[in-house]
Nanobody, 115 residues
Framework: VQLVESGGGLVQAGGSLRLSCAPS????????MGWYRQAPGKQRELVAS????????SYGNSVKGRFTISRDNARNTVYLQMNSLRPEDTAVYYC?????????WGQGTQVTVSS
């Protein structure tokens, strides 16, 4: 299983970006899907996560009210809508997926927010 991420880029403060992540390859079931980020010199941190049915979500404190995680189970895709972006949101964003009881990580996509 490989995770294909897209949607990162450069945006001005206050702008928006939408990240997407979809697993490729063969798997039986997808459960947990989430987004993490890592800024230079900092530890990787949870941004948002969502359960298999989409009924339960969780957010890091710094992004609550600005970011929204969602998933399309028909497309096996998880999205992260990021609004009101701030320079401190600049980081490499990683997709994390639990598929067939194994966690997989994406290669990361760079998000840069200019002031």
């Amino acid at each position: 299983v490989q995770l294909v991420e897209s949607g990162g880029g450069l945006v001005q403060a206050g702008g928006s970006l939408r990240l997407s992540c979809a697993p490729s390859g063969n798997f039986f079931s997808l459960n947990y899907m989430g987004w993490y980020r890592q800024a230079p010199g900092k530890q990787r941190e949870l941004v948002a996560s969502i359960t298999s049915g989409g009924g339960s979500t969780s957010y890091g404190n710094s992004v609550k009210g600005r970011f929204t995680i969602s998933r399309d189970n028909a497309r096996n895709t998880v999205y992260l809508q990021m609004n009101s972006l701030r320079p401190e949101d600049t980081a490499v964003y990683y997709c994390n997926v639990l598929a067939d009881a194994v966690y997989y990580w994406g290669q990361g996509t760079q998000v840069t927010v200019s002031s």
